[in-house]
């Protein structure tokens, strides 16, 4: 993973293009680009591990990340894959736990990775940006839980 | 005046609707562990070309008959029907081997709207063996020149995902397709996650949708596509209870007002979603 600081005015008009952030008061906007940077995941590498401390939030530009699970006996499995649009990583928001999954990229994967501890301090001082992610993030966990329930109930299975 | 034999006769024999038509199996390929693909072609008469989405009854003698999805259709009478093993018949189905018989009456139902869809922007949402009735739709569409075609192609795993083939020819054609499953090693490529999920992801309307699969894949990726502005009266969808008659007389695949192996399978959404929504239906 290489991180680049480089252009913080690239990086503002990439969270205002991005996705999960559209719509968002700009004045938060620019908050989140004070702590945010691009980060390059070459295909096949980690962008985190589980249990791993939740140090950044991706949120996904380019490419596509695998979120896996490594059972015991089997082989790895990717449960669901992040495209770009979206953003992955938010066990921080919930008492700063650490990552549950792992989360490999599956292509050359850009990223713009905001910094999760002073995110935290100005969630902590700013109601309306906390409500802002809170809203947003809930969209997300709102799909996923969808997308698992529907593969809980494994709609393709034999008899159905 | 009642008919004499002779009049009969005269008029030739009657045909009997519900008289299977002999086939013999002209090829099977496996497309899965437990799902084939079976090449039929008429041993005299043949049946009437299905349209894409129509069903015929397929009855193995001696076992019984079920009805399937023509996959596929080609010249002098040939169909394909693609067939998961789960019960009696379409264990023997799937049996089945070149050289053998099987009785094909139909094809009965409706079928996709493919000459209304000419021209405008269509997304065809199949999941796992919903692909079999979806395929000769896409064949079609992707010839008729609509203004855009999405197809997103719904599986357990990659393993599962049908004609593999065809989603590679339809990508050359200009098809925009979009694989996903449900759980996939490292070396997948294509996306993890539901077919409604990647209908949410392309965050786009399209004029005409058609939906094919498990019925609770088919509900979440009609209203997915209704949320992106789809009208409900241009979602299509294809449902199935027990088919048994083929011509609406015996009542058992009877939801609601109508009676799926006539007013259907496929059927419009709006026609369908509070029926859908009553239990035990």
Do not use: K
């Amino acid at each position: 993973m290489s991180h680049d600081r480089t252009d913080a005015g690239d990086i503002r008009r990439a969270l205002g293009d991005h996705a999960f952030f559209a719509g968002m008061d700009p004045r938060h906007l620019d908050t989140l680009a004070r702590m945010a940077m691009w980060s390059d995941h070459p295909a096949h590498s980690w962008l985190a591990r589980a249990g791993d401390p939740p140090d950044w939030f991706h949120a996904i530009v380019d490419g596509r990340v695998g979120i896996e699970i490594d059972t015991p006996g089997r082989d790895p499995l990717i449960v669901a894959t992040v495209h770009d649009g979206d953003v992955v990583g938010w066990s921080w928001f919930v008492d700063r736990q650490p990552w549950q999954f792992d989360v490999v990229a599956l292509d050359d994967v850009r990223s713009i990775a905001i910094e999760v501890d002073p995110l935290l301090d100005a969630c902590a001082s700013s109601e309306g940006l906390r409500h802002e992610l809170t809203t947003r993030l809930l969209r997300v966990v709102t799909s996923r839980l969808h997308d698992t329930r529907m593969q809980l109930v494994d709609v393709y299975g034999r008899d159905r | 005046m009642d008919a004499t034999v002779d009049d009969v006769a005269a008029v030739g024999e009657p045909v009997d609707p519900l008289a299977p038509v002999a086939h013999r199996v002209v090829a099977v390929e496996a497309e899965t562990t437990d799902v084939v693909t079976l090449t039929l072609a008429p041993i005299a008469e043949s049946v009437e070309p299905a349209r894409p989405g129509q069903f015929v009854m397929a009855w193995v003698f001696g076992v019984g008959e079920i009805p399937i999805s023509v996959s596929a259709v080609g010249g002098g009478g040939e169909l394909a029907l693609t067939v998961r093993a789960v019960g009696a018949v379409s264990n023997a189905v799937v049996a089945a081997r070149p050289g053998d018989t099987i009785g094909i009456r139909g094809p009965y139902g409706t079928a996709w709207p493919t000459d209304d869809a000419r021209g405008s922007d269509v997304l065809v949402v199949a999941g796992g063996l919903g692909l079999a009735p979806l395929r000769t739709a896409v064949d079609e569409l992707a010839g008729l020149g609509t203004q855009r075609l999405t197809v997103v192609v719904g599986a357990r795993e990659p393993d599962q995902v049908l004609y593999p083939h065809d989603v590679q020819r339809w990508r050359r054609l200009g098809v925009d397709v979009h694989v996903t499953v449900d759980a996939a090693p490292h070396r997948w490529d294509g996306a993890v996650g539901t077919a409604t999920a990647v209908v949410a992801r392309l965050g786009e309307r399209h004029d005409t949708v058609f939906v094919c699969g498990p019925e609770l894949m088919m509900t979440s990726a009609a209203r997915a596509a209704i949320v992106q502005g789809t009208e409900p009266d241009q979602v299509w969808v294809s449902l199935e209870r027990n088919m048994h008659c083929g011509v609406a007389q015996c009542g058992r695949c009877q939801l609601g007002p109508l009676m799926l192996c006539r007013d259907g399978a496929v059927v419009r959404w709006d026609r369908v979603t509070e029926l859908l929504r009553e239990r035990g239906r």
